[in-house]
């Protein structure tokens, strides 16, 4: 499957944006989707994750209660709403796509990514 990031772009702190992950190709519905990010310097990190059949989610501790990833099958899609973003939420964000049920968390499991969107939020 092929990954396509899209909606970064430059906000203020307190602002919300949404990221959508386009995939093509076939039984998207069969792949888990996470959302990572990085940032300068820094490694590439965790930030959400939802299975295939969208039944469950799970998301980093430092985005809990602020970010939501859904998915619509349908239109072999996955967002991942951002709100009340901080200074700390800059990033490139990516998202990948793996052939399983549940949900993955490192990295090292995805064959397929998004080249990435690039997110800055200023104070």
Same mark, same amino acid.
């Given at each position: @499957?092929?990954?396509?990031?899209?909606? /970064? *772009?430059?906000?203020?702190?307190? $602002? &919300?944006?949404?990221?959508?992950?386009?995939? %093509?190709?076939?039984?998207?519905?069969?792949?888990?989707?996470?959302?990572?990010?990085?940032?300068?310097?820094?490694?590439?990190?965790? @930030?959400?994750?939802?299975?295939?059949? /969208? *039944?469950?989610?799970?998301?980093? $501790? &430092?985005?809990?209660?602020?970010?939501?990833? %859904?998915?619509?099958?349908?239109?072999?899609?996955?967002?991942?709403?951002?709100?009340?973003?901080?200074?700390?939420?800059?990033?490139?964000?990516?998202?990948?796509?793996?052939?399983?049920?549940?949900?993955?968390?490192?990295?090292?499991?995805?064959?397929?990514?998004?080249?990435?969107?690039?997110?800055?939020?200023?104070?």
């Amino acid at each position: @499957v092929q990954l396509q990031a899209s909606g /970064g *772009g430059l906000v203020q702190a307190g $602002d &919300s944006l949404r990221l959508s992950c386009a995939a %093509s190709g076939r039984a998207f519905s069969s792949y888990t989707v996470s959302w990572f990010r990085q940032a300068p310097g820094k490694e590439r990190e965790f @930030v959400a994750g939802i299975s295939r059949s /969208g *039944g469950s989610t799970d998301y980093a $501790d &430092s985005v809990k209660g602020r970010f939501t990833i %859904s998915r619509d099958n349908a239109k072999n899609t996955v967002y991942l709403q951002m709100n009340s973003l901080r200074p700390e939420d800059t990033a490139v964000y990516y998202c990948a796509a793996q052939y399983y049920s549940g949900i993955y968390y490192n990295p090292n499991n995805f064959q397929s990514w998004g080249l990435g969107t690039q997110l800055t939020v200023s104070s």
